[in-house]
């Protein structure tokens, strides 16, 4: 079945980065569009950015736009989401979605310290 596993969250300090990782098993990736969302407490699970089937196909909501970058390796079944210059405001846990289907993956805490 299809499996989505995120990882490479953490604490960092506002103006740090991170780079998330969701691992696709259970499909052909490289067949299928792919999102980050973006879910803070108490708040509705937020659109990040998505990709379509090569990495030079991706669109961003406007409050990432030039600090994330979504990416995707369609040798390993990795898809990416680097996140440069971090603010308090990116405080959230972070889901990989396939959109076809509707697939979420579990999530990865992303907490940004002023």
């Known amino acids: 079945q299809v499996q989505l596993v995120e990882s490479g969250g953490g604490l960092v300090r506002s103006g740090g980065s991170l780079l998330l990782s969701c691992a696709a098993s259970?499909?052909?990736?490289?067949?299928?569009?792919m999102a980050w969302y973006r879910q803070s407490p108490g708040k509705e699970r937020e659109y990040v950015a998505s990709?379509?089937?090569?990495?030079?196909?991706?669109i961003y909501a406007g409050s990432v736009k030039g600090r994330f970058t979504a990416s995707r390796d369609n040798a390993n079944d990795i898809l990416y989401l680097q996140m440069n210059n971090l603010e308090p405001g990116d405080t959230a846990k972070y889901y990989c979605?396939?959109?076809?289907?509707?697939?979420w993956g579990q999530g990865t805490q992303v907490t940004v310290s002023s």
């Open positions: 979605h396939r959109p076809s289907g509707n697939h």
């Open positions: 259970g499909f052909t990736f490289r067949d299928f569009p």
């Open positions: 990709i379509g089937l090569t990495s030079a196909d991706a």
